[in-house]
């Protein structure tokens, strides 16, 4: 079976789904706070434990190569005004403003892409000594797969496989070290997107499958995002 990744991607026009919905297909260069709101409130008010996951609002240009440095994404209403800085891929954490909900705020990047579209992303959250034990990645995948059948029902018959670091491209000396009893071992980089349906697609990163075994994976570098992975 295809192996998924699996950031439980909410829908901005409703949330009943992981599939990768847009606010409107690629056309124009905005979109609405309020859908985006609708979107990443459904995480906050979400009863179920969250502790290992973090969200983000991501967005996903037409176009590959556009999402350059110096991409930010402006929040403007009546009485808001502010700008959102991106990470390397495309994410931000919406500030959830009343203000901007009511003034039905726009968002638009800083500069022209060709369209875009906003999504939802659930992830694991990153450790700043960039060591993991592999019994909490599990149970940060299994956080993010209930969330995932929260969201959209289809998920239910899915489970937890894995996760997949992701690097930026130009990290420099990167690796991926599975660390147990018997030593250390590196996982094999392998270039490709962070999420399903990423512009960005040549982005380094190791795949670990979860296996009965209890280890530690230390990174030599920081990843971008930790993606759980299910099928």
Request: one cysteine or more; a positive charge; aromatic letters at 6%.
């Amino acid at each position: 079976m295809r192996l998924t990744h699996a950031t439980a991607c909410v829908c901005l026009l409703s949330t009943a789904g992981l599939a990768a919905a847009q606010v409107q297909p690629y056309a124009p260069e905005w979109a609405s706070y309020r859908d985006a709101y609708r979107a990443m409130v459904v995480f906050e008010k979400y009863g179920g434990a969250k502790n290992l996951l973090q969200n983000h609002l991501q967005l996903v240009p037409r176009a590959k190569g556009v999402l350059a440095d110096g991409i930010q994404l402006a929040l403007t209403g009546k009485t808001v005004r502010t700008s959102l800085t991106l990470d390397a891929l495309g994410r931000t954490v919406l500030p959830l403003v009343k203000a901007a909900y009511d003034e039905n705020a726009v968002l638009a990047p800083n500069r022209r892409l060709g369209g875009f579209t906003l999504r939802a992303r659930v992830s694991i959250a990153t450790q700043p000594d960039n060591t993991y034990e592999t019994a909490d990645l599990r149970s940060a995948c299994e956080q993010a797969l209930a969330y995932a059948r929260h969201v959209d029902a289809s998920a239910r018959s899915q489970r937890c496989e894995g996760v997949r670091m992701v690097f930026a491209k130009h990290s420099g000396d990167i690796s991926v070290r599975l660390r147990g009893a018997d030593g250390e071992q590196p996982l094999q980089l392998v270039a490709g997107p962070a999420f399903a349906g990423d512009a960005v697609a040549d982005l380094p990163g190791a795949t670990y499958r979860f296996s009965g075994e209890s280890a530690q994976l230390v990174t030599y570098g920081a990843p971008l995002a930790i993606v759980p992975l299910f099928e």
